[in-house]
Structure formats: C-alpha cells, structure tokens
C-alpha cells in the first residue's frame, strides 16, 4: 500500500550523509520506506520546518524537500533507534545507548542519567525488535562490593530470577542481580582452553557462576579445575552449570576465599587463572602457591591506564615472584577490552617455576 507524504531527495552520493542527519534528529518516518531510482535516493521525512531543511542543506547541498507515494512499511524496525523515533525527543535519541549486554534472552541496559525516565519505553523497543529477547532489565549501579554484583532492576518482559547464557557450547545459569557475569571475556576463555594440555590441573580462582573452568572441560582436555569462588550463590549457581554441563567431576567448585585456601592446594596445579582485574594484586601470591614447583603459567587480569599498560602488572608480578621465591617468564601480554575512556583490561600471562 502506498501513501502521499513528505520527502527529502537527493543525489545517491550523499544518501548515507542525510539518512545519519536524519536519524540523529529524528526526522526520517520509519513508517514509509526510502524511494531509489536513477542515481536519487528519497527519504520519507516527517513535517519538516524551514529551519531543519536549511540545517540539512548545509550539509547535504543537493537535498530538496518534497511530496511523493511512498510504500508503507509493515517490517519491524531494525535497531533501537528506529523503533524509538517517534517516541523519544532527538535529545533523547542522542544518547541512547548503541549497544547493550545479552544474558541470552535477557537483556541489562545501562542508561545515561538523561534517559533514567525512560527505561519502560526503551525496553518495550527492545522487546519489539530483539527476538530473542524475552526479559529487560536496567542496572541500577555500577558493580560493587567484594562480589562484583551488578545490581540491577526488572523493567518489561517476563521476570525472571535468572538468565540463561550460551557460550562455546556450555549454558550459564546466573542470579540476575547477585553475581559477577561478563560475556565480555569469552574470547579469553577460548583462548586459555585451547592451551590446556591434557592431565593438567587448573586452579579456576575467583569462578563465579563457573564460566571458565567449565568452558575449560567442555573444551580441553583437562583432569580437573579447583573453582574457587566467596559468593555463596554464585556457587550455588556454579554447581547447577556443573550438573546442566555434565562437568560433574571434572569442575570441584569450592566455597571460599582464594588467599585463605592457597595452603590446601599448594603446589597442586598446573596453571591458575586469575580474572579479578579490581585487586587481583592482592592474590598474586596467593596464585602463584597454587602452582607445582616444577612449573605452570598464571594468567593475570588487570585494570590499568592505556599509557604504558603493562608496566604496572610487569612490576606486579616481579615483585610477588620474588617475595615467593620464583623465577618467572612473561609469555603474553594482551590487551583485552576498552573499559573506560581512560582504562583497559589487559592479560599477562606468565611462567613460574621452582622452590
Ligand atoms: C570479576 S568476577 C569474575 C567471575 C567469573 N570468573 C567470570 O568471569 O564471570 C570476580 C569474582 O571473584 C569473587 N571473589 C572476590 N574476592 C574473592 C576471594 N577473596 N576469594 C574468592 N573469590 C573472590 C567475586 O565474588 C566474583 O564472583
């Protein structure tokens, strides 16, 4: 079906340049779809002022307003943006997020102060859009604590107390609100599971609901990993990915602290996994006990500055060696993901040996 509406055409050229300004500002009607034919592109607008159409002719020199028959659209909009064009200010759109965290079928949406009343209206675009998911959810603070929680609050869709994530073949079961979980180190986990050799032990500090020592069975060839971990229910929710996993045996999952426990498995595994990167220094020393004197690698997590990023961990990681007794040799350094404008997380991940 077709309708009369208004429209902005211009040369193909400069198609890409007005479509931005026209989303930025909200302008363009999602409800019609764009005409193309010889060399000229039209966007369906909304009512245009003199203002706005001088402000987009600054830019794009060729574009003229318009009245033409555009098809309707009867498609889904295709981002977050074009599903809240016609419902948030150009303010508003401005800000919203570009991206956002999957838990599988739920989603946590971080929102900047000036969309903090709007989170019922985003969340319902994002049921509208997003298929899969099924539950949205808003963070309420930053995480915190000793268990690195991320508290959040239920906005739209099913409430639910978990969500459920899928990731290298493994299911995650994690307490919406009550543990630490990052889809954000997936690649990490891969990584170090692709360099595990078959018969090692692996000491899983800091394991949370169990995403990398279970990644870790699924995919190496492992005898076992001690996953220590202090939040009771992400143990909790750990033995439940353990069983849902078939890692029965394979992930030993231990409630307790990873300074405090480094006396029970001294010298006991092959290589030791550390993703605390907000104080992981604390246990260093801690991580290095864990491994057998004739050798293993420690992978070490931090926060750091992006100018020199890896001299601090360096220094870190000689001075602990030393204290222990260790020779040590640095293996990689890698960065691991943008954090903040000013702070990245890196990995080093580095050989230590004898006493
Ligand atoms: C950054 S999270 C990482 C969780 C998990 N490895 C992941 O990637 O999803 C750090 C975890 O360490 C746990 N934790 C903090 N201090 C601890 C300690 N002293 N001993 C054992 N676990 C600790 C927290 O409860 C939290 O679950």
């Known amino acids: ?207 949370g609901v169990g995403p990398f020592p279970i990644v870790f069975a699924k995919n190496s060839k492992m005898a076992k990993a001690i996953a220590i971990e202090l939040n009771p229910v992400a143990v909790e929710d750990m033995a439940f990915n353990i069983r849902e996993n078939k890692a029965e045996g394979k992930v030993i999952p231990v409630l307790g602290d990873v300074n405090e426990l480094s006396s029970r498995y001294e010298g006991l595994c092959d290589r030791a996994v550390m993703p605390l990167p907000k104080g992981g220094e604390d246990f260093l020393e801690s991580a290095i006990r864990y491994i057998n004197p004739k050798g293993g690698i420690v992978h070490y997590y931090q926060f750091v500055a992006r100018e020199n990023p890896f001299e601090i961990p360096r220094r870190q990681i000689a001075a602990a060696c030393m204290k222990m007794g260790r020779d040590f040799k640095v293996l990689l350094e890698r960065k691991v993901r943008e954090y903040s404008p000013d702070i990245i997380q890196v990995v080093v991940d580095f050989e230590v040996w004898g006493k």
């Open 1 to 207: 079906m077709q309708k009369l509406g208004d429209g902005i055409e211009l040369g193909s050229g400069q198609a890409q340049l007005c479509h931005g300004i026209l989303m930025k500002n909200a302008l363009l009607d999602a409800g019609r779809s764009v005409l193309r034919a010889k060399g000229k592109v039209v966007f369906p607008t909304k009512k245009l002022t003199a203002k706005q159409l001088s402000g987009i002719r600054k830019t794009c020199p060729g574009a003229r307003a318009v009245r033409r028959k555009f098809e309707l659209r009867n498609e889904k909009p295709h981002s977050l943006r074009e599903a809240l064009q016609d419902k948030l200010p150009a303010k508003e759109l401005a800000i919203l997020p570009s991206s956002y965290d999957s838990l599988g079928d739920a989603v946590i949406l971080e929102l900047p102060d000036g969309l903090a009343g709007r989170a019922k209206v985003i969340a319902d675009a994002l049921l509208e859009i997003s298929k899969p998911t099924k539950s949205v959810f808003i963070k309420t603070g930053a995480h915190s604590g000793l268990f690195r929680a991320e508290p959040v609050e239920f906005v739209a869709g099913e409430k639910k107390k978990f969500a459920t994530y899928k990731e290298h073949g493994c299911a995650f079961r994690i307490s919406l609100g009550k543990v630490f979980f990052s889809p954000r180190l997936s690649t990490e986990r891969k990584r170090i599971a692709s360099q595990i050799k078959e018969g090692e032990v692996v000491a899983a500090l800091f394991a």
